[in-house]
């Protein structure tokens, strides 16, 4: 705004609010799990990383425990696939296609490119480290588990109308579909010399194909 003696004065910055500072702090432990790993994130580490010192972290979680959790429930609630039931799959259209959606959900999470490359090691990552955090653990599941059931209404659909074989059950077919997913995106992150970026999504493709076809 215009000022005396036809100056300018800026306009104060806003201060950071609680919820904008935790996110922010946030941000700093997912790029240092997606570049150096859970065992990386202490307080220290992110401190550093941040430019400040260790109180903004304890203040806002405590305990490096809970700033996990935080940067895990984020990571799962960010997800791009829709985890929410279909409120009736035989509505679906017509020329859907039950196998090519499928192809594209698993698209969404392969480390295709640099941003999806870090989000799924910090996916990764963060699984690991809940199979020691049995608390942690159960609340990760009931996200997983609300995945499975969209992806079991997607293949029990894609069944009826004879897209998806018959073979095997289900559950069985849903596990098996995240299963591959997760392999191939580990192995691309473990061995990226060998699983090069422009074969994952052909690998996976012909994956899905091989396993939902009748």
Do not use: K
């Not at 959790?69 to 984020?74: K, M, P």
């Not at 069944?159 to 849903?174: K, M, N």
Request: charged share 25%.
């Amino acid at each position: 705004m215009r000022t005396m003696a036809g100056g300018t004065s800026r306009t104060a910055e806003r201060p950071e609010s609680a919820a904008e500072r935790r996110a922010r702090l946030i941000g700093v432990a997912r790029d240092v799990i997606a570049d150096e790993g859970v065992a990386a994130c202490t307080f220290r580490r992110l401190a550093q990383a941040a430019g400040c010192s260790t109180r903004p972290f304890t203040h806002a979680f405590g305990t490096r425990d809970g700033l996990l959790r935080e940067v895990a429930l984020q990571t799962w609630e960010a997800s791009p696939f829709d985890r929410s039931p279909l409120a009736d799959p035989a509505r679906l259209p017509p020329d859907w296609d039950c196998v090519a959606e499928l192809v594209a959900i698993g698209e969404t999470f392969l480390p295709v490119t640099d941003d999806l490359h870090r989000s799924e090691r910090v996916y990764i990552e963060i699984i690991l480290f809940s199979l020691t955090r049995p608390a942690l653990a159960a609340e990760l599941l009931a996200f997983s588990r609300a995945a499975n059931h969209r992806v079991t209404q997607l293949i029990d659909e894609g069944r009826r109308r004879g897209q998806v074989t018959s073979t095997q059950a289900t559950g069985d077919l849903t596990m098996a579909f995240w299963s591959l997913q997760e392999g191939i995106a580990l192995t691309a992150l473990y061995e990226p010399t060998e699983l090069r970026r422009d074969r994952i999504a052909p690998i996976w493709r012909a994956g899905v194909e091989a396993l939902m076809r009748p």
